[in-house]
């Protein structure tokens, strides 16, 4: 274990807890690390919505590009910012045990969903989601790392913002919320996941170690079901697998931009099934209107 791993990850608080967890992990088991920290295209860009900056893998394409350059070694990320077809010669290499799903709303005055409100998030998804439910508010976008969303939050006269439950939980900093129980997670939201280079077996190895088996089948599931459906456009859809004993439980839902239009498919099977769980959802959604919603957001997206 004489190699030392050197981990990139941003230098966000979030993506630094993130990494110096894989770090202390690692050296537990006695191999020998350090962290390599960049600033990633979102973390520099503020002032456009993440949909609206044309690059796939928006947080992870710097750390791409070191890894195949020689200058990491493996990558941590939140796994809902990974795109679902990795670079060629970058592999998945472990999931870590899943936190926390649930997407929950930080108010900055006092919320009554009745009321005309003001409601911020940089998400697709959760905007469209929200919409649905709300269609008399309004939503502003929102952008930055944690700390900087909770900043904004305080100077805005905004009612809320909506946040993952997860990145707060993990830097410390949940505030008073209100839990979104209804709002169906983005795909593998509250899954961390280190990559490799393909060809380095000696770091393939070691971050295995470090892999939670049910959650790397969940995030399999979501992320199957996302990549099937989104074909190389970003679109509002969440996805939640669950395991019960040997069932695995999926629900997963695809929205229009205004949140006015809402496809949602729930389904079961056995958990030795579960390779073609996300898959055959994302199919049968894409025959019952999901073929034309997906191409309904495309022509409004190049419009935009």
């Not at 202390?24 to 390599?36: C, I, P, Q, W």
């Not at 979501?222 to 509002?236: H, K, M, Q, T, V």
Request: hydrophobic share 40%.
């Amino acid at each position: 274990m004489s190699k030392v791993i050197r981990i990139g990850t941003r230098d966000s608080k979030l993506a630094l807890w993130q990494a110096h967890m894989v770090k202390d992990r690692l050296e537990a088991l006695g191999y020998k690390t350090e962290l390599v920290s960049v600033k990633s295209t979102g973390d520099l860009v503020l002032d456009k919505p993440l949909y609206e900056l044309g690059i796939t893998g928006v947080f992870t394409k710097t750390l791409d590009l070191a890894m195949l350059n020689g200058k990491v070694d493996i990558a941590v990320h939140s796994m809902k910012d990974v795109p679902t077809l990795l670079p060629n010669g970058i592999v998945q290499s472990a999931v870590l045990e899943r936190a926390s799903v649930e997407d929950i709303l930080v108010t900055n005055i006092p919320f009554d969903p009745v009321e005309p409100a003001t409601i911020a998030t940089g998400s697709l998804r959760r905007r469209a989601q929200w919409l649905h439910r709300y269609p008399d508010h309004h939503v502003v976008g929102l952008r930055g790392n944690v700390i900087t969303r909770l900043q904004k939050l305080k100077d805005n006269d905004w009612n809320g913002a909506v946040f993952a439950k997860a990145g707060l939980e993990r830097i410390g900093m949940l505030p008073e919320y209100i839990e979104l129980d209804w709002m169906i997670p983005a795909p593998a939201q509250g899954a961390m996941v280190v990559v490799a280079l393909d060809d380095d077996n000696f770091c393939k190895e070691a971050v295995a170690n470090l892999n939670h088996r049910p959650s790397q089948i969940c995030t399999y599931v979501e992320r199957d079901f996302l990549r099937i459906l989104e074909g190389g456009c970003s679109a509002p859809i969440g996805a939640i697998a669950r395991i019960d004993y040997e069932t695995i439980h999926f629900e997963g839902v695809l929205f229009s931009l205004d949140g006015s239009n809402k496809l949602q498919i729930e389904k079961s099977l056995s958990l030795v099934d579960y390779k073609v769980l996300g898959k055959s959802c994302a199919l049968e959604l894409l025959t019952k209107g999901g073929k034309e919603l997906m191409n309904q957001i495309k022509a409004e997206k190049e419009i935009e």
